[in-house]
């Protein structure tokens, strides 16, 4: 059975860090990424790793704040926030791909999803 168990959210002050951690467990994945949403918005993009770690992309808002990382031996993915803003307070999802093999900002593309993790920076 497939799981992806994420954690490491919290409440940080703007300009604090958060390391978020996802645990993925049952298959083995190309590549993973992570994903927010925010209260009465839809859910965004944010980061994604291939397998290899070749690949990597972010979304323009997080770029030189937030590192995604992936530990295959152990089958984690992590990201890791520097200089929190309020504007990333969100519900943060892992998200892991069977088949595809660069990174992807589409969800669709993703297999399977954790249950998400809460991060609330305050101003």
């Known amino acids: 059975q497939v799981q992806l168990v994420e954690s490491g959210g919290g409440l940080v002050q703007a300009g604090g860090s958060l390391r978020l951690s996802c645990a993925a467990s049952?298959?083995?994945?190309?590549?993973m990424g992570w994903f927010r949403q925010a209260p009465g918005k839809e859910r965004d993009f944010v980061a994604a790793?291939?397998?290899?770690?070749?690949?990597?992309g972010y979304v323009d808002s997080v770029k030189g704040r937030f590192t995604i990382s992936r530990d295959n031996a152990r089958n984690t993915v992590t990201l890791q926030m520097n200089s929190l803003k309020p504007e990333d307070t969100a519900v943060y999802y892992c998200?892991?791909?069977?088949?595809?093999?660069?990174?992807?900002?589409?969800?669709?593309?993703?297999?399977?999803w954790g249950q998400g993790t809460q991060v609330t920076v305050s101003s």
């Open positions: 998200a892991a791909a069977l088949r595809i093999l660069s990174w992807s900002k589409n969800g669709y593309e993703y297999d399977y």
């Open positions: 049952g298959r083995t994945f190309s590549t």
């Open positions: 790793i291939t397998r290899s770690g070749d690949s990597i």
